[in-house]
């Protein structure tokens, strides 16, 4: 892996931070209505750059166990949305 792809500033770590809050927020919103193949798409699609998000140390090295958490329960219920 090249790691010079992989340093983030602490400011650019803030914004994807702010960006994948984003996703959460979306699903959060999304979840409270009923499953559509249109909903679900778009579930799956932010569920799985948060997942993506986590796997990165950067990412995951700037949350606080706050954020961590409420990203991992949005993970978790965007999952259980989509297997409806």
Not at 24 to 52: D, G
Request: charged share 20%; hydrophobic share 40%; glycine share 2%.
């Amino acid at each position: 892996m090249n790691t010079i792809l992989e340093e983030r500033t602490p400011e650019q770590v803030q914004q994807s931070i702010s960006a994948a809050f984003d996703s959460v927020n979306l699903i959060n919103q999304i979840i409270l209505q009923a499953a559509t193949e249109r909903t679900k798409k778009i579930v799956t699609r932010n569920e799985s750059h948060l997942s993506l998000m986590l796997t990165k140390d950067w990412f995951a090295e700037g949350l606080t166990p706050t954020q961590k958490t409420d990203i991992e329960a949005c993970i978790a219920a965007a999952k259980a949305y989509v297997a409806q």
